[in-house]
């Protein structure tokens, strides 16, 4: 299996997380189950090979490129053949950057990218199925998006919910809204518009990911830490607050969730 992975530029930095590439080819009859959890992130992502296959979604197939809005649970994406990715991770306000409609809109759905971006995503998919080299891809990603970024006019809204965003990470998602609404000169009904247009989910929502995000990404430093302990320094009002969040956003108990995947979070990874 070979695993890429780099950052964006310094002028797509403030919209785009990263740029990942996985090739994995299984041998005949052989499939892989990978649980898809809420993660905070926006994705673009092109299938180059093989097409996975969804299960417990809504949706019961997709195409080879797709915009992924925020996910309302989880679910599995179940791999065999040839498996070719190159995804593109937005960052919170990143994504309403590149496509021209309410994020909220693409929240619980995955979504042909040629729906978004018509002709223009259809060249640059056969220009990375072309293209060998992971750095290449990177690239021809980075010329794409910033074509894009130069067409975007308003960004308002974007800055006035920058620093909200920095109180929601700062605090590992506990914090009010009214709190956030204030930081950002809105009324507490304007501003969860307006993160909804911008971010895809509402205030609530989202921190309840990133607080999620967090309880991963400490056990993963904490690899020795209790259940009880992990709740109380993770924000949880008791333990059984944190089962009940485990299993709606991962589908398993925190004990199962840390027994069968890796303490991983893409949100706070750096």
């Not at 199925?129 to 894009?148: D, G, I």
């Not at 975007?152 to 809204?157: Q, S």
């Not at 307006?194 to 205030?203: D, H, K, L, W, Y």
Request: aromatic share 12%.
């Amino acid at each position: 299996m070979g695993f890429y992975f780099a950052k964006p530029s310094n002028i797509l930095s403030p919209f785009v997380k990263q740029y990942w590439g996985l090739e994995n080819c299984l041998s005949s009859g052989e499939e892989h189950v990978q649980r898809i959890v809420p993660n905070g992130l926006m994705e673009l992502t092109f299938y180059l090979g093989d097409l996975p296959k969804l299960i417990n979604h809504h949706q019961s197939a997709i195409e080879n490129t797709i915009v992924s809005g925020h996910c309302k649970g989880p679910y599995d994406l179940v791999v065999n053949g040839n498996l070719q990715m190159f995804s593109v991770s937005f960052k919170p306000l990143g994504a309403s950057m590149f496509f021209n409609l309410p994020m909220n809109e693409l929240f619980g759905y995955i979504i042909p990218a040629r729906f978004l971006l018509k002709e223009s995503i259809s060249r640059l998919e056969s220009s990375l199925s072309e293209t060998a080299h992971f750095t290449n891809k990177v690239q021809l990603a980075e010329e794409f998006l910033m074509n894009l970024l130069a067409q975007k006019v308003n960004v308002f809204g974007q800055k006035r919910l920058k620093g909200s965003l920095d109180l929601i990470n700062s605090s590992k998602g506990i914090v009010d809204v009214n709190t956030l609404a204030a930081s950002a000169c809105w009324s507490r009904k304007q501003y969860e518009r307006n993160f909804q247009e911008i971010v895809g989910t509402s205030p609530k929502q989202f921190m309840r990911i990133v607080r999620f995000q967090h309880t991963i990404h400490f056990k993963g430093q904490h690899p020795q830490a209790k259940l009880a302990g992990l709740a109380y320094d993770c924000g949880f009002s008791d333990q059984s607050h944190m089962i009940n969040e485990f299993k709606d956003l991962s589908g398993r108990t925190p004990r199962k969730y840390f027994s069968e995947c890796d303490p991983f979070s893409d949100y706070f990874s750096e």
